[in-house]
Structures are given as structure tokens and as C-alpha cells.
């Protein structure tokens, strides 16, 4: 059975740091795409980040390049996503997601095809 476990949100003040984990279950990391997600209230979901688990190249939209790193662990099976210099717009919840198209995450892109989900996780950025 499939399943992708987010944890690590919480609530942390502007500039702040928050590591989220995606738990992956009954996957082998190097043969998805996996993507980071988000949503904010009243808003559509969007993407933020991705890592192609056959070669690992990594793309990040502009908004949180510079501030976040994806990054995985195939030994634990589990994607991550550090936030650093988080920003009060950085107040979402945050799903992972993969893909078997590994096209679904190249360098320059980040396609929305992906196939599993995870429930997500809330980041919340306040004073």
C-alpha cells in the first residue's frame, strides 16, 4: 500500500526556519518525481518545489528560491523540505506528492501530473 506521511509544520515567526519531512511508503524514491505543494486560504494550490528521484536535479519556483532546499533520504524513504527566512505569504498547507512521469520534475519545471498525495501540513508564519 502507497502512502506519503507529511509532518514538521507548526507555527514560527517571520524569518524563521521549519523542516518539513514526506514519510514515503511502498515507493522506491529514485524511480517518482516528488513536489512539494501548497495552499492558502481562499487561494489555489500551487507549487513550490521538486526533485527528480532518478537524478536528483531539483527545481524551485521563484518565489521560495534561495529560501528553501528540497532535498531526500533514500536509506529513511523520506522527502524534506527546509524553509528558511520563512515570510508571512509562506502561510499555507503544505502537501507532497509523486509522480511516476519523472518528466514531472526537471530543472527548469514542475509539471502538475502527479499521481499520489499526502494529506498535508499546516505552516503557519506569524507574529
Known amino acids: 500500500q502507497v502512502q506519503l506521511v507529511e509532518s514538521g509544520g507548526g507555527l514560527v515567526q517571520p524569518g524563521g526556519s521549519l523542516k518539513l519531512s514526506c514519510a514515503a511508503s511502498g515507493f522506491a524514491l529514485n524511480t517518482y518525481a516528488w513536489g512539494w505543494f501548497r495552499q492558502a486560504p481562499g487561494k489555489e494550490r500551487e507549487a513550490v518545489s521538486c526533485?527528480?528521484?532518478?537524478?536528483?536535479?531539483?527545481y524551485y519556483v521563484p518565489g521560495v528560491k534561495g529560501r528553501f532546499t528540497i532535498s531526500r533520504d533514500n536509506a529513511r524513504n523520506t522527502v524534506y523540505l527546509q524553509m528558511y527566512s520563512l515570510e508571512t505569504e509562506d502561510t499555507a498547507v503544505y502537501s507532497c506528492?509523486?509522480?511516476?512521469?519523472?518528466?514531472?520534475?526537471?530543472?527548469?519545471?514542475?509539471?502538475?501530473?502527479?499521481?499520489?498525495w499526502g494529506q498535508g501540513t499546516q505552516v503557519t508564519v506569524s507574529t
Open positions: 526533485i527528480n528521484g532518478r537524478d536528483g536535479s531539483t
Open positions: 506528492a509523486a509522480a511516476t512521469d519523472l518528466w514531472a520534475c526537471t530543472t527548469r519545471t514542475i509539471k502538475r501530473t502527479y499521481n499520489y
